[in-house]
């Protein structure tokens, strides 16, 4: 199976940064999605990007399919925006997802 | 986004008893649900995916008599962890993914502690 790596591992961010995370595919991925899982343990599905770029508010992410990563980006990062992002990818659509180790951020006022 | 209702949110039981966890789509059809399971500080591990009407299919070293898996209709899939022991003890997590669209949607998690 594909293997996922996220980083960096740990993120800590003053209120108001911006900041970029990072996930990298051992293989081509048809299916790739972002997801924030909150201090009490929801996960929340933040984007569905096999390629292109999307925006969702203060957050936005690139996929760059042909290269094999995708980046999520935060903008005027918040309090609430701590947590644990995650991101997964299957080769094909239908598959099950594979996640990444995930990126703890802790946004501090 | 869909919304996938998860109960219960916490449960404490005895080693040796068996636990059921409900979950729920409201508002979309779960044709396939996916069930995590997710230790302290790590990632999500997938333990089994079930397709509605069909038998769950389970990740190798998950044991499928220790974990039944039921996903009898579009909106309902329980898990059931059997004569459950401390090694059990772990947060429980589901998600839900409809016919047309690749995206998962997930329940809010059970924190399962068995003493």
């Known amino acids: 199976g594909i293997q996922v790596e996220q980083s960096p591992p740990d993120l800590i961010l003053q209120e108001g940064a911006n900041s970029t995370l990072r996930c990298n595919f051992s293989?081509?991925?048809?299916?790739l999605q972002w997801f924030h899982q909150n201090p009490w343990g929801q996960l929340i599905n933040l984007f569905y990007?096999?390629?292109g770029t999307k925006q969702n508010g203060r957050l936005s992410a690139t996929t760059v399919a042909t290269e094999r990563y995708s980046l999520l980006y935060i903008s005027s990062s918040q309090t609430t925006d701590s947590g644990v992002y995650f991101c997964a990818g299957s080769k094909a659509a239908g598959n099950k997802l594979t996640f990444g180790g995930g990126t703890r951020v802790l946004v501090k006022p | 986004g869909a919304v996938v209702s998860q109960h219960p949110s916490r449960v404490i039981c005895k080693s040796g008893t068996s636990v059921k966890i409900e979950c729920r789509s409201l508002d979309f059809q779960a044709t396939t649900m996916f069930w995590y399971r997710q230790f302290p500080k790590q990632s999500l591990m997938l333990m089994a995916t079930s397709n509605e009407g069909s038998k769950a299919t389970y990740e190798q070293g998950v044991e499928k008599d220790k974990f039944l898996i039921n996903h009898a209709s579009l909106t309902l899939s329980t898990l059931t962890v059997t004569s459950a022991h401390p090694e059990d003890s772990s947060f429980y997590i589901c998600?839900?993914?409809?016919?047309?669209?690749?995206?998962?949607?997930f329940g809010s998690g059970t924190q399962l502690s068995v003493l």
């Open positions: 990007i096999p390629s």
């Open positions: 998600s839900g993914r409809g016919d047309t669209n690749e995206k998962l949607f």
């Open positions: 293989d081509s991925v048809n299916n």
